[in-house]
């Protein structure tokens, strides 16, 4: 017989619990609050992420060990790049005081979404010392995550 439960497939829209985590704890975890409602599909999870929610069933409370790299890719050096204060300025950064650690929300080049960055080093020797060093790579490129999810809701 066929169960009655709710599946998630492609494109469904979901309400949820998730826990993402790596080495060093949790980077993402709705459990302590409000649930997360998204749809499969459209780039609010990984898609490596999502292929572990294909599937299962409304009510399902699962963990998935994702290998380093797979979740969100490897890291890549091209990633971490120079960005000089003249074009921080120009995006609106100009008074920002930069710290190491520190994320900062960037424009899309169409003006349309944002992206981030993290602080790695503010100036340099090296004749770069109007400039704040920034890598782009996601914070679990390249290592191993942990997937947790509640599925509430499937429609």
Aim: aromatic share 8%; net charge negative.
């Amino acid at each position: 017989m066929a169960s009655t439960a709710h599946r998630v497939q492609p494109g469904s829209f979901l309400t949820l619990h998730y826990r993402l985590a790596g080495p060093g704890g949790d980077i993402i975890n709705t459990f302590r609050d409000k649930p997360a409602t998204l749809t499969l599909g459209t780039g609010e999870l990984a898609p490596a992420v999502e292929k572990h929610l294909i599937g299962l069933a409304e009510g399902a409370h699962a963990s998935f060990d994702i290998p380093a790299g797979e979740a969100f890719g490897d890291r890549s050096p091209e990633m971490v790049q120079w960005v000089a204060r003249t074009l921080l300025n120009e995006m609106g950064q100009s008074e920002q005081k930069y710290e190491v650690g520190d994320v900062v929300q960037f424009p899309t080049p169409d003006g349309m979404g944002t992206y981030s960055g993290s602080v790695v080093r503010v100036g340099d020797a090296g004749g770069k010392s109007d400039a704040v060093l920034f890598d782009f790579n996601h914070p679990l490129a390249g290592k191993p995550v942990t997937f947790e999810v509640q599925v509430i809701g499937v429609l």
